[in-house]
């Protein structure tokens, strides 16, 4: 779409290794009901959900197919939403909202080995204001990375177990194995049918590896920080800032008895002054701590169930 309209876009962009299929991971991102459930309090809110009706598949074939859902995300908030396949590995929604404007969601699933695929997404979008915009250009790119790697966290750990509870019932069909007659259904069916009739599964009959533990479920430093030069480049300036707010601190608190030496009686504003320098540096090293840690490894409770204020 982009091609055909040039003009005025402004886009996200990252990638991940992902510890499942490629098939899994674009059944999961065509399948737009889940957005609202497994994404509650991220990208996606429960007061949004409602019956999906009326999707159709207007077009398909070995190419791939081409879809709508009239009414479109958060109860037609958003516009109709077009959904495109392309085989074997590229899927996009396109949303248009006249009050908004229009909103991408371009993913290229890449297969790496059985049980493992390189997640290759893209965010477009052109906005009816410039506002949103030029907020979109002032966001690091290694901060939207961050975000996103917490959006494919919510369900990274159950689309991994659920490959392999669909592995104990090999003997059946995916359309036996997974019960599926909601009319929201229609995407995941229509691709699934698509695998079925093109033998379209990457590794087949290949056994699914070892089941992963929850750190390397969670781990971000190798499946994407060390390959990202954004992320690389700001892990080591978030470390150096931790080195340096502690040297700071060491130094305030080293001087002061020194000063109290010289000064008999230092004046009240200095002695605060001299108190609020490693009191400030700790708060921040506790901040820079914590942001480190978010380019090494994720959450291990998703938003969706956290307690609610």
């Given at each position: 779409p982009m091609e055909s309209d040039p003009d005025g876009w402004v886009m996200f962009s990252t990638f991940r290794d992902l510890p499942y299929d490629a098939l899994t991971l674009l059944e999961n991102v065509l399948d737009s009901s889940h957005i609202p459930y497994t994404h509650h309090q991220s990208v996606g809110n429960r007061k949004n959900a409602g019956p999906m009706v009326d999707l159709e598949i207007l077009e398909t074939g070995k190419p791939g197919f081409y879809a709508t859902w009239p009414e479109g995300p958060r109860r037609g908030q958003l516009g109709q939403?077009?959904?495109?396949?392309?085989?074997?590995?590229?899927?996009?929604?396109?949303?248009?909202s006249e009050k908004f404007g229009r909103t991408l969601t371009v993913v290229y699933a890449t297969p790496i080995r059985k049980g493992e695929c390189r997640l290759f997404a893209r965010f477009p979008f052109k906005f009816n204001s410039k506002l949103p915009s030029f907020l979109i250009g002032l966001s690091p790119r290694w901060y939207t990375h961050l975000r996103n790697n917490g959006v494919l966290e919510d369900d990274q750990i159950f689309l991994h177990l659920q490959e392999r509870a669909l592995a104990a019932r090999d003997a059946e069909s995916y359309g036996q194995a997974c019960y599926m007659p909601s009319e929201g259904d229609r995407f995941v069916v229509e691709f699934r049918r698509w695998v079925r009739d093109y033998a379209a599964d990457p590794f087949p009959n290949q056994p699914l590896p070892r089941e992963w533990s929850q750190p390397d479920l969670l781990d971000r430093y190798h499946s994407h920080t060390q390959h990202c030069g954004s992320c690389r480049s700001a892990l080591k300036r978030v470390q150096q800032l931790k080195r340096g707010s502690l040297i700071v601190g060491a130094i305030a608190l080293c001087l002061y008895p020194?000063?109290?030496?010289?000064?008999?009686?230092p004046s009240l504003l200095t002695g605060i002054l001299y108190s609020l320098i490693p009191l400030t540096t700790g708060g921040l090293w506790l901040w820079l701590n914590s942001l480190e840690q978010q380019f090494f490894k994720g959450r291990e409770i998703p938003p969706r169930n956290l307690p609610e204020k």
């Open positions: 939403q077009f959904t495109t396949f392309v085989a074997p590995s590229l899927m996009w929604h396109d949303v248009t020194v000063m109290s030496a010289i000064v008999a009686t």
